[in-house]
């Protein structure tokens, strides 16, 4: 399934570049993030530059308002999480939130500090750092897209790991988030 569903997604995604003509910066931004889910860092990495360096070539944001420029920065705070690289995860949320004031960006980028914080080992603290962000969060601003970078959090944690009492809060968390924000 897991061989299928990648396939799905760079099928999808290379048949919208075919049909756009070639790469453009949003399939882009999707595909960096695709590969750091699917936990294939290095290949993230290298969407993320091809990313950057059309971006870079003067990218404006499409004409419907689907694509905004501040999504290279969410991008990035995503791939850097992912790999567990503090440093340039940082530089990238800093980078976000100062262009936005988004709640979602705002949500989804702490999200993303909790994913670095597992990606280096600190599965627990992670853990409280992701429920911690969910929990502040008044029920209306719980939408889907943070709860799911909630659960990407959750899903980070090495197999072996858990059943960490920490592990089983954030799971519980979400799963009440979830249940409220369908209400």
């Given at each position: 399934?897991?061989?299928?569903?990648?396939?799905a997604g760079h099928g999808l995604v290379e048949s919208?570049?075919?049909?756009?003509?070639?790469?453009?910066?949003?399939?882009?931004?999707?595909?960096?993030?695709?590969?750091t889910v699917l936990g294939r860092h290095d290949?993230?990495?290298?969407?993320?530059?091809?990313?950057?360096?059309l971006a870079s070539a003067g990218v404006a944001a499409d004409s419907f308002g689907f694509w905004k420029p501040n999504q290279i920065h969410f991008a990035e705070s995503w791939v850097h999480a992912g790999s567990g690289d503090e440093p340039e995860a940082d530089r990238a949320r800093d980078d976000l939130l100062r262009s936005t004031h988004d709640y979602q960006y705002d949500a989804n980028v702490r999200l993303h500090e909790a994913l670095c914080t597992v990606a280096q080992g600190g599965v627990d603290q992670g853990m409280r750092q992701a429920a911690t962000v969910i929990d502040r969060l008044a029920p209306a601003?719980?939408?889907?897209?943070?709860?799911?970078?909630?659960?990407?959090?959750?899903?980070?944690?090495?197999?072996?790991?858990?059943?960490?009492?920490?592990?089983?809060?954030?799971?519980?968390?979400?799963?009440?988030?979830?249940?409220?924000?369908?209400?």
């Open positions: 399934m897991l061989v299928r569903g990648e396939e919208a570049e075919h049909i756009a003509g070639g790469p453009i910066v949003d399939l882009q931004t999707t595909r960096a993030k695709a590969l290949e993230a990495r290298t969407a993320l530059d091809d990313l950057l360096r601003y719980r939408s889907h897209h943070v709860i799911e970078t909630g659960r990407m959090v959750l899903h980070a944690a090495p197999r072996d790991r858990q059943e960490r009492p920490a592990v089983g809060e954030l799971r519980e968390l979400l799963t009440l988030a979830s249940a409220s924000s369908r209400a």
